[in-house]
């Protein structure tokens, strides 16, 4: 699949997701846990660190893409989390039906383009601005977003890049003198 193959049209944030913000949180107030706390970092999908909720605390809920006000970053989250809210460089949350986790880490991808080169911590994105940013997307037939291409396009990236890492261990492995080791890929199937 190639990117230049397809049809791209110019969509509003606003248009295509509701945006949200998270209750005010600080992960300084959270014990170590298995919840991911997600702020405005650039990496490791914008994770500080996993924290134990508060009793009775409601998590925000996965399957939407958070972007940094501080730097424009952007993720989607395949998991509930704590997200870090209450102060201008909260995370804002962009919320829609049809994302999942192959078109929306598409989506985060063109989010960030168009935002890391606007927003800073000295220039910082609101709700506002996110809401009226302008990305490209590639188009279907309907010249809506072509949601079905971008997953398709990012499970053969994936698949690839699996393949790659799954080349490079059986290399290091034979560097050590192990050649009949199988192994785990995901979903339980093994390679030898």
Request: charged share 25%; glycine share 8%.
């Amino acid at each position: 699949m190639r990117l230049s193959d397809r049809e791209w049209k110019i969509f509003i944030i606003g248009d295509l997701f509701s945006i949200k913000r998270p209750i005010a949180r600080n992960k300084d107030h959270y014990e170590n846990g298995n919840v991911p706390f997600v702020a405005s970092g650039s990496g490791n999908n914008g994770v500080m660190k996993c924290c134990k909720p508060h009793k009775n605390e409601e998590l925000d809920n996965a399957g939407c893409i958070t972007v940094s006000p501080v730097d424009g970053s952007a993720f989607y989250q395949p998991y509930n989390f704590l997200g870090r809210g209450g102060a201008g460089s909260s995370i804002l949350m962009l919320y829609a039906d049809n994302i999942n986790l192959y078109n929306g880490q598409f989506i985060a991808k063109m989010i960030a383009n168009t935002c890391a080169c606007k927003y800073t911590y000295g220039h910082m994105g609101n709700k506002d601005s996110i809401k009226r940013e302008r990305i490209m997307l590639p188009v279907d037939d309907n010249d809506e977003p072509d949601y079905q291409f971008m997953e398709d396009y990012m499970k053969e990236l994936m698949t690839a890049k699996r393949k790659q890492y799954q080349k490079y261990v059986e290399q290091r492995l034979a560097e050590f003198g192990i050649d009949d080791m199988k192994i785990p890929m995901r979903g339980g199937i093994t390679s030898t």
